[in-house]
């Protein structure tokens, strides 16, 4: 836990990524979501992608949620905007997709994380976000557009 409040990045850093493969939600949860606020981006990025590698048996915190979206929508990093929406695709939860969504018009990186993320949801906007990310001046993003689409 002192890692937290340890000066030097990297060590908050490597809290977040450990955190990722600890199954208890009470004790990761609040050290996760100090570190997603975190002002170095490369920590922030870590615990965003800690998130997303829960389990379905430990479900994110409300708040973490929360966060998540957030950061989706309006990080200045992009590098901590393509881990939120891929966190944000990785948990699947229904009030994550208008973020993941919005991200489908961001930076090239950024929509093609995602599109990926919308793999777990369905309906009429997901569908059209596919087929728009199909038709992308990017190449990855069409291919992840069309991976999405393969049987």
Do not use: Y
């Amino acid at each position: 836990m002192s890692g937290l409040r340890d000066g030097e990045p990297a060590v908050r850093r490597r809290c977040a990524t450990i955190a990722a493969g600890v199954d208890d939600r009470e004790v990761v949860g609040p050290i996760l979501l100090v570190l997603l606020r975190d002002t170095d981006a490369l920590v922030a990025e870590a615990a965003a992608w800690s998130f997303g590698e829960w389990s379905e048996t430990n479900p994110v915190l409300d708040d973490a949620l929360a966060a998540l979206i957030t950061m989706t929508t309006s990080h200045d990093e992009p590098l901590c905007r393509e881990a939120a929406v891929a966190a944000l695709g990785a948990i699947g939860d229904e009030r994550g997709l208008d973020a993941i969504l919005r991200a489908c018009e961001d930076k090239p990186a950024i929509r093609r994380r995602a599109v990926l993320a919308l793999a777990p949801f369905d309906g009429p906007r997901v569908e059209g976000a596919i087929d728009k990310a199909l038709t992308d001046r990017d190449w990855q993003v069409r291919q992840a557009a069309e991976d999405l689409r393969r049987p």
